[in-house]
């Protein structure tokens, strides 16, 4: 019989070796520009037919073998991650039936078949979330799965629009615009916004850090908060025929107040998470501008270097003994010298150090945004998001890697061997992914002329966000900002703009509260004593009135002759 070790490294060769076939299919189909519709009819009774369809282009097979390589990767990390839990082996289904569900989304044309593994991410990720049974994984999973239900009720809708239609197939109605459609990307785009976590919704991706972190590793990097971006990319082209601003306002503000906000957090993960977010926003905004496979590029370019980053702090709290405050780390490069190597790789990848991976996609985006023509407001708010990027990974690198003030020196650090060899691959992914990428998906490069200072504008906003994160690290300035003078600023930047209060106790309490009126009046008023429970009530009754009988039967018998005496003296 199999056990989990066996379990995770044989199902992390399966996907891995899937994933890169699947790689290089998608990479031949875009060569040869060849798309496969493959439809399956697996059920035929009479006249009704069941069918099953798959849409093989480019697109579809390199993101699904990202998403396998990466799985593969994360789950053969978990093989040493997860080697002292009693439900190794449930976990690791888990993440299959994760993995396949993403997959299942991908290759779907069809909201009917797109709704299975929509709704399938969402439950999974309820199950990954609660996965350590906790009162604080209770939460969090529940304000996951309740603001993910908006973006599957919204994917129901549409469903329920295109009855009027001929097919459900949304590849047929990309091609020409009717007036109807914009009711369809109305509802597409809030099932886009739901899922990767975008103003007013994004409260839920810092609370779904509760889960262990392979699985945070991969639902940052190419599976939950990615669905909705993807979704949208494929539906990019009717998005081209309305007005995209306050789709796109939107996006640029969740950009900006995740890249605020993770300026202002101590904890490793949920920096990590709002640095996915303001990606995600800076995703949605070239996406919403009218360039949908740069925003496809950026995603798969993200997807490597921030998988590497969740796994190299999933190593660092491992090291410091479940702890996942910053304050609590400290010149951590001289005990975890390869983890720590691995973190500034995919930190600097994040922040675009010129020939990593996330330069090119998001030296591409700035360009294409600047070549537009948008307005003053979206350009600085792109370059300062740029910056805040730079800030935010600095601070990090300084207070866990050199900041020997906080050192804990009494901690078990080590570095696991199974550990180390899948940050090896993603290293090379975060180092070269971008430049294969470019070279394969833009196979025509684009020449983009602009003046001296506009070119050398996002270096100046790099150095500054650098020196603005390494002063924010310092005590003197850090207890300057962390004061009661600005203690309203900060404290409103650092809680994502009170979103997590807004979304769970302002708009739960009334709905609480209206929900407790209506059981109260409808569930526990008259009819359900009067009907309901009258038959009960009245067998509680008697049995009341036996039992006093029963035990008070000589008072009762004393009481009745006193009182036949006193009527008969009458």
Avoid at 30 to 58: A, G, P, Q, R
Avoid at 521 to 543: A, H, N, P, Q, V
Wanted: one cysteine or more; glycine letters at 6%; proline letters at 2%.
């Amino acid at each position: 019989m199999l056990n989990s070790v066996s379990i995770y490294i044989i199902g992390s060769f399966f996907i891995g070796f899937l994933g890169l076939m699947l790689f290089c299919f998608g990479f031949w189909f875009l060569i040869s520009d060849y798309v496969l519709f493959l439809d399956w009819e697996f059920l035929s009774f009479n006249s009704c037919t069941m069918t099953m369809t798959f849409l093989f282009d480019y697109i579809s097979l390199i993101f699904v073998g990202c998403v396998f390589i990466i799985s593969s990767m994360v789950i053969y990390y978990s093989e040493s991650y997860m080697f002292g839990d009693v439900s190794s082996v449930r976990f690791y289904f888990l993440v299959f039936m994760f993995v396949m569900s993403m997959m299942m989304m991908v290759v779907s044309p069809n909201l009917m078949s797109i709704l299975i593994g929509w709704d399938g991410l969402g439950l999974v990720s309820y199950c990954l979330v609660i996965y350590f049974q906790n009162f604080k994984s209770y939460l969090a999973g529940m304000l996951t799965i309740l603001t993910n239900r908006i973006g599957d009720v919204a994917i129901l809708l549409s469903i329920a629009w295109m009855l009027n239609f001929g097919s459900w197939h949304y590849i047929y109605y990309v091609g020409f615009w009717d007036y109807w459609e914009f009711y369809l990307i109305s509802l597409i785009v809030l099932a886009g916004f739901t899922k990767s976590a975008q103003i007013p919704f994004s409260s839920w991706l810092p609370a779904a850090m509760a889960a262990p972190t392979p699985v945070s590793s991969l639902v940052h990097s190419s599976t939950l908060v990615t669905a909705g971006v993807y979704l949208l990319i494929r539906f990019s082209e009717m998005l081209n025929n309305i007005n995209c601003s306050f789709f796109l306002m939107i996006s640029m503000m969740t950009m900006f107040m995740a890249g605020l906000g993770a300026s202002f957090e101590f904890d490793l993960k949920k920096i990590i998470a709002l640095s996915t977010l303001s990606q995600l926003g800076m995703m949605m905004s070239i996406l919403f501008i009218g360039y949908p496979i740069v925003a496809f590029f950026h995603l798969l370019t993200h997807a490597f270097f921030k998988a590497l980053l969740f796994l190299c702090a999933g190593l660092m709290i491992h090291c410091m003994s479940s702890s996942q405050d910053i304050r609590h780390m400290g010149v951590m490069i001289n005990y975890i010298p390869f983890t720590c190597t691995c973190f500034c790789i995919s930190n600097f990848s994040l922040c675009g150090l010129p020939f990593m991976s996330g330069f090119y996609s998001k030296d591409l985006i700035l360009e294409m945004m600047s070549s537009d023509s948008y307005n003053l407001f979206v350009f600085f708010i792109f370059f300062i998001s740029v910056g805040l990027t730079v800030s935010y990974t600095f601070r990090l690198i300084f207070y866990c890697l050199s900041f020997n003030v906080n050192v804990s020196s009494c901690q078990s650090y080590y570095e696991d061997n199974i550990m180390m060899k899948s940050m090896i691959i993603l290293s090379f992914m975060a180092v070269f992914g971008g430049s294969l990428l470019s070279w394969l998906i833009f196979s025509v490069p684009e020449l983009i002329v602009y003046p001296l200072y506009i070119k050398l504008l996002p270096v100046f906003f790099v150095f500054l966000g650098g020196w603005l994160g390494y002063e924010l690290s310092f005590y003197n300035y850090g207890n300057l900002v962390y004061s009661m003078r600005f203690y309203l600023f900060s404290f409103f930047a650092g809680s994502m703009w009170f979103m997590p209060f807004l979304s769970t106790y302002f708009i739960y309490n009334h709905a609480f509260n209206l929900s407790k009126c209506y059981m109260n009046i409808m569930d526990g008023g008259w009819g359900e004593y009067i009907i309901s429970k009258s038959s009960l009530s009245y067998s509680s009754f008697m049995g009341q009135f036996v039992f006093y009988y029963q035990y008070n039967n000589v008072k009762l018998f004393m009481l009745f002759f006193v009182l036949i005496v006193i009527f008969s003296l009458i």
